[in-house]
């Protein structure tokens, strides 16, 4: 089964915006046996659409189209697919209650371009829009299934996750498709495709090995289609467990989780405590770990110790160790992380400095040097790294690293 | 003067990769006056990419095409340009002298895959690639021009920078564009357009207003198209100033620029100190703001926290506060706001608290309940919120309204 994506915006063809959207249909498609055969970016000019959906249904059997349904006169998706699909324009109950439901929320009056965006082509179905005012609509015509969702990501994740694949799920006749992953941290990509050159070369056509590498991690995943659910069951597994024994030194977990996930089970299961003090990742690495729900169970907190004074004043860094060896050095990046534990009251801690670029650099510690220390209350390892000169990156790749460095510390106990 | 980008490959329609190139592209494009009317992603098939190539001519008079031209068996973009063009394969001198050189740089001998890489239609003058080992492809037909470049990101940028923009700019008569950006804070899109109706309806038809939502944050785009730069400029800006007055409350920036970049430079002109004291957020804000270069120029840094012990141990939150109000109230707030003054020894500070969810809620203080408290050395403003229920919406949301918060108390001083 094809499918095609249409995105709709003028801010996709000047660049303002990323289409990070397709990725994450193409993803979710591809994961209950839906191949995207294109996809199609367009500008929000009516007679552009009107062809980009009629060229679609010769390639694909279901069309995604997303963008273009605000309550503003540059969203003239909905008038397009009235003129394609026919019908009439009519006031959607279950849409208009939906709007007042989440304008009462903010206190607000519903003004009357918000009231029309409750209209839809009487030719369509809709879909209920839980994180927004534009309904998303649903048509079938000539054996082909179209999908019209909003372009803003949160609201076509949740139409796309709790409508649309559940709906797809049951109506289509779709192979069973199984994905089965394995996050490592500390190698990288083509490395880890050398250490299992032999596994790899034995799985069969219809099993697929993708690397999904991302600053410091790469994910391994397999994909099985077929029509016997139980025998590819077996059989993916098989292969996995096969991968995952030839590289069991940097296996951090064999769920399809992050690395914060893994160190948050892995404190709750010791019911101990961890606290941060960041100096170049800027909170980042808070942020990774209170992203996950029920994080405070064992995350209490942590300093965001940008400037020296708060370095000492918060982690009680000696003056003289920032004066003497500077902020990025393994004194300091040590006393920050024993500051830590000992100012939070905490079981574990993680500390880093570092120069994230662009400026700042020196001939001795070019932009992109870091040092991380992670700490137990009876182990303290401190460790330099020298990454590349985006900011961005540096910043992800250390909260990455001092992740990976507090994972192998939490392995030892 | 039109465009179609045709990005080719796999991995974009598995959604293994993201296409970032195209929006790379699509902005210096339209810096020069060439406007991209689609954006297609293929999969590595000769058929497909080919009817790709010949739908793109009917659409567009400047085509680019990226990836598909590496060395392994699924890049097949080489041979579907031959079949399209015509010609023959034929070993182009510059472009092997180049594979020698790269190879003789890290010490590697050129393997048979390699050598063919210079093998390219002789229907095409290269692009010479100083970044790999694939060279770039020029093509013209039916007054149409054809740029192939590597699907690798750099590669295609040094070929876009270095040869084939200034190629555009001196070969072809181009148009002007301008755009102009106004952010915006505080006020939902469809509020907005209504102040500003009789504004929009003024334009003329070749400027275009766009509006880019982003949670908490609308961005509003003028794009103006035409022959005379000084005219257009003084067009465009006569328009940006209209729009700007009539909702002047909620303007954070009349540049194409983050709220968090505004703040620190309104902290920069006011020779301020900022801090921050995050529970919800759990760093998100620090994220935010030291993520952009420069920043510890007035960001001092501040405390993540999240347990109820660091709120007390390092912001001095009372413990009866705690107790009798909670972690989420406007008492603890306004501590944790006046705790940051005083620990961080900053002159202005953000503190946050609130349920992120999804477990968590009360009656009384459901999902996504915030408060926000913002202060300088003589004022403190509390606010309370009360957002959706999915997590990072709610961390994002936070962040975004304490940060408008935070803007609208520098614009006091």
Known sequence: MFAEIITIGDELLIGQVVDTNSAWMAQ???????????????SDNAAHIYKALAEAKERAEVVFITGGLGPTKDDITKSVLLDFFGGELVINEQALQNIHAIFARYNKPVLPANHQQAAVPSSCEIILNLQGTAPGMYFYQNNCHYFSMPGVPFEMIDMMENSIIPKLSQTLKLPFVLHETILTAGIGESFLADLIIEEEAQLPSHIQLAYLPKLGQVRLRLSAHGDNRAALEKEINFHK?????????????????????VILQMLVAQNSTLATAESCTGGYIGHLLTAIPGSSRSYLGGGITYSYGLKESVLGVKSDTLSQTGAVSEETVTEMVLGALKAFNSDYAIA?????????????????????????????????????????QNIERTAVSALYMLYRLLKEN
Chains 1, 2 share one sequence.
Do not use: H
Request: charge should be positive; hydrophobic fraction near 45%; aromatic fraction near 6%.
């Open 28 to 42: 979710k498609l591809n994961a209950i046996g839906i191949r995207v055969k294109q996809i199609t970016s367009v």
């Open 241 to 261: 467990k096969a991968i995952a024994e030839k590289i069991a030194d940097y296996v951090v977990s064999l769920t399809d989780i992050n690395i914060e996930e």
């Open 352 to 392: 880093c400095s570092g120069i994230a670029g662009p400026d700042g650099g020196t001939p001795d510690k070019p932009v992109g040097t870091v040092w991380i220390a992670v700490a137990s209350k009876n182990k303290v390892l401190a460790k330099k790294f020298l990454f590349g000169n985006k900011r961005m």
